[in-house]
RNA sequence: GGAGGUUUGGCAGAGUUGGUCGAUUGCACCGGUCUUGAAAACCGGCGUACCGCAAGGUACCGGGGGUUCGAAUCCCUCAGCCUCCGCCA
């Protein structure tokens, strides 16, 4: 959530910025300018009455101590009428207060300046690319065939024992999952991330510090009898340890990995979208995740590509990385880049992580600070991605590493898994 | 799930017959004096948020609500932690 002193002394970079978006906030930003001061005018009215009402009971202490009952009622008599006026003025603060959240909440982050603007997936930028796609383009199978040929994944199984989008791994398909995650977590512990294992669903709280509530309240899973909801990615529960925390200047930056199951409902998929591992209602993926000082972030965010980009080298995959346009970003965001793998059989670019700066829009809302060189408390600013979702690594793996009779395990994976090919 | 206890500032720990308590004290931490330096000792500072140019004011003693002129202190409710019982991988 932008923070209220940001829209107060920037309002017109801030309207400037979500152009990016395609949004136009004027309205709402006045509206929100208009309540904030409205906000302030009843605080400091009703700061006044509650002073005077204050001063008053103090007096009254003072005088049943002395025993002076009689002037001590007097006074009693007076606040009366101070006690409605500040109920009156307490509604009043508490109802704009209440608008102002509402309307806050409904602002997405400000893309930062390298954003390009743009209104969809066409209008990202691509940054980088690397490798080629693989010489059997065009005649290669798809995964979801390769799978059920090689009995790996059970698409079928999944849908009678839980329904679409929920499959079965098995043999070799449930050890290369595996040997992924490790792969993926090995990677993080050498680069200095701290691994966590979380929760696996999180409360109302730690939704709303993230930005999942209230705005995506439909993609998750929500478990009703106890209000807890199933985490759509696992930065939901590693972000949200740093929720009400003040971190010191040299706790930073803050590095940590870890490996989940991810939920999501997913409402509204259809089509080639969700065939095979493109779309399910549950995934493994690790994340990383960092909290970093508010001046080292862009530096933050640049490593942790390059971390993602070791990665898929080291998993041989033709990939490139795309700089969202600010159509394309997700709400939290200021600045994300999307890495897609290219898959052979598909013929098409596989999202597989998004690496995100969210800058103080995650840290506004968790209230997650740190003490600066003058100990004041600012806000940190929170990134992370996706390092990196399993299943359409898996695709892209099942089908650009297919040969003749089975597909090849890139050689760094090999220790991982267990196996060199998966083959008849 | 049942019964009881408990929840105070970074930590420890006072304060519960309601009244200068936003809160005694110790430790930790920061600054200073002393010292060649350090330690010790002494002096001072040391929660957060909001309003205000400032002086200053307001709110917060697990969360929410209530009683009262006035609540950390009383009541209700929810949550966390601890102990015992039940159930259980």
Redesign the pocket.
């Known amino acids: 959530m932008l923070t ?2 940001c829209l107060r002394e920037e309002r017109d970079r801030v309207l400037a910025a979500l152009t990016k978006r395609h949004i136009d906030a004027a309205s709402t930003v006045d509206q929100i300018l208009d309540l ?1 001061a409205q ?2 005018a009843t ?2 009215e ?3 009455v ?2 005077e ?6 007096q ?3 005088l ?2 002395e025993g002076k009952k009689d002037e ?1 009622e007097a ?2 008599a007076q ?2 009428g ?2 409605d006026k ?1 109920h009156e003025l307490k509604e009043a603060m508490d109802a704009a207060e209440a608008q102002l959240q509402e309307l806050l909440v409904q602002l997405p982050n400000t893309p930062c300046d390298l954003v390009a603007s743009g209104k969809s997936a066409d209008d990202n930028v691509e940054v980088f690319r690397s490798g080629e796609p693989p010489a059997a383009g065009g005649h290669a199978k798809p995964h979801w065939d390769i799978a059920k040929e090689f009995d790996l994944i059970d698409f079928d199984l999944g849908a009678k024992v839980t329904g679409a989008g929920f499959p079965f791994y098995k043999g070799k398909g449930a050890k290369l999952q595996r040997g992924l995650i490790r792969f993926f977590l090995e990677r993080a512990d050498e680069a200095g991330y701290t691994e966590y294992i979380p929760p696996h669903v999180v409360n109302a709280d730690s939704g709303y510090g993230t930005g999942q509530l209230p705005d995506k309240e439909g993609q998750m899973y929500h478990m009703q009898d106890d209000d807890l909801y199933m985490i759509p990615t696992a930065e939901v529960p590693l972000t949200n340890i740093f929720r009400d925390v ?1 971190l010191n200047a040299s706790d930073l930056p803050t590095k940590l990995c870890g490996y989940t199951p991810c939920f999501r409902r997913e409402a509204g998929s259809y089509g080639k979208d969700v065939r095979g591992l493109n779309r399910l209602h549950q995934f493994d993926k690790v994340e990383i995740v960092q909290i970093a000082h508010p001046d080292e972030s862009y530096a933050t965010l640049d490593a942790m590509v390059e971390h993602v980009k070791g990665l898929l080298e080291g998993l041989e995959l033709p990939y490139r990385i795309l700089r969202l346009c600010g159509g394309d970003m997700g709400f939290t965001s200021a600045m994300t880049y999307d890495f897609e793998v290219w898959s052979a059989a598909q013929e098409r670019w596989l999202e597989v992580s998004s690496v995100s700066n969210f800058e103080t829009f995650q840290a506004n809302r968790l209230k997650c ?1 740190f ?1 600066d060189e003058d ?3 600012k806000f940190v600013h929170t990134l992370n991605g996706s390092a990196l979702a399993l299943p359409r690594i898996v695709a892209a793996l099942l089908e650009n590493h297919q040969d003749h009779d089975g597909v090849v395990i890139p050689k760094a994976l090999v220790p991982y898994v267990g196996f060199e090919r998966i083959d008849a």
Request: hydrophobic share 35%.
């Open positions: 209220l002193q904030d906000r302030r605080q400091t009703l700061d006044q509650l002073a009402s204050n001063a008053l009971s103090r009254i202490g003072g049943m101590r001590a006074i009693k606040t009366a101070l006690k500040t003040v600070r003490k100990g004041k408390n």
